[in-house]
C-alpha cells in the first residue's frame, strides 16, 4: 500500500474518495493526525497530515516515528512525502516542482531513530541514497507522461526550524552542496528506511531562500504565494499520475 505523507500546503487532498480513518497507537505516542483511509484512481492509499489537521505542529515537534510506526503498521510499504522548501539553487523559482536524490541533515534534538535501548542488536542501515531510486523514478515517469516539468534530483538540506535561516547559513547550505532548504526532512527519511519503507518526495519550492533572489532582504513568502499554490497543484498532479498509471497496470 502507498502512504502520502501530506505537508505545508498540503494538509487534505480533495482528490481522496474517504472510506475510513486509523486511530493509531504506536510504541511512541500518536501520530499527528488518524490515518485516513481512501481511494483515488482506484488506488487505496492512506493519507497522513504531517503537522496535523489543522495545521498545528511545528517541524521540531512533529513525534517523526509515530507517524512512521503507524504507516509501517497499517500494511504501508511505500511512501510519497509532500514538502516546502525553499529554494538555493539557480533555476528553482517559487513553484518549481523537485524529485530530490539527497540530503543533509542539520536538525537537532529530535527522535531520529527506532534504535533505543530495548533493542537486541544495534541495526546500521545503508543510507547511501536515500530516497528510493524505484519510487523516484516512478514520479519521474508519471510526471513525463502527464506533461509536467519537474527537476530530476537535488540535494535537500534539512534544518531545525521552525524559524527561517539566516542568509549567512544559507550560504554555508549551498557551500555544503544544498539546492533546497526545509524542516521536515530528516528523521522522516531515514525512519521510512529503518522501517523497510520505500520513500520518496515531492518538494515544491515556496519561496526563495534567504539572502537569495525575491529574498535578498527578507524571505518573500506572501509575494510567492501563487506561484507556490500552482506549484502544489503540479505535485498533486503527478502523484495522481503515478495512482492513474497503477491502476491502469493493474
Known amino acids: ?51 496535523g489537521d489543522p495545521h498545528r505542529i511545528a517541524p521540531h515537534l512533529i513525534n517523526y516515528r509515530a507517524n512512521i510506526a503507524a504507516l509501517r503498521d497499517a500494511g504501508v510499504r511505500r511512501v510519497v512525502a509532500f514538502a516546502s522548501v525553499g529554494g538555493i539553487a539557480a533555476g528553482l ?53 502527464a506533461g509536467i516539468a519537474v527537476r530530476d534530483g537535488g540535494t535537500y538540506a534539512a534544518t531545525q526550524g521552525p524559524r527561517l535561516e539566516s542568509a549567512a547559513e544559507i550560504r554555508r547550505l549551498e557551500r555544503d552542496g544544498a539546492d533546497l532548504v526545509g524542516m521536515t526532512g530528516m528523521p522522516e527519511a531515514a525512519l521510512a528506511r529503518e522501517a523497510g519503507l520505500a520513500y520518496a518526495m515531492l518538494a515544491v519550492v515556496a519561496n526563495d531562500a534567504a539572502g537569495k533572489g525575491d529574498s535578498a532582504a527578507a524571505v518573500a513568502l506572501e509575494g510567492a504565494q501563487a506561484r507556490f499554490d500552482a506549484g502544489m497543484a503540479s505535485a498533486r498532479e503527478v502523484l495522481l499520475a503515478l495512482l492513474r498509471a497503477e491502476a491502469g497496470g493493474a
Open 1 to 51: 500500500m502507498l502512504a502520502v505523507i501530506g505537508g505545508s500546503g498540503f494538509n487534505r487532498w480533495d482528490a481522496l474518495h474517504v472510506t475510513g480513518s486509523v486511530d493509531a497507537a504506536t510504541p511512541y505516542g500518536a501520530p499527528s493526525a488518524p490515518l485516513t483511509r481512501g481511494l483515488v484512481a482506484g488506488c487505496e492509499l492512506l493519507f497522513l497530515a504531517r503537522h
Open 93 to 145: 523559482p517559487a513553484g518549481s516542482v523537485v524529485v530530490p536524490d539527497g540530503i543533509l541533515d542539520y536538525t537537532h534534538s529530535r527522535e531520529h531513530t527506532f534504535v533505543d535501548a530495548n533493542v537486541d542488536a544495534v541495526a546500521h542501515i545503508d543510507f547511501t541514497h536515500p530516497f528510493d531510486p524505484a519510487l523516484r523514478e516512478q514520479l519521474l515517469g508519471a510526471a513525463a507522461g
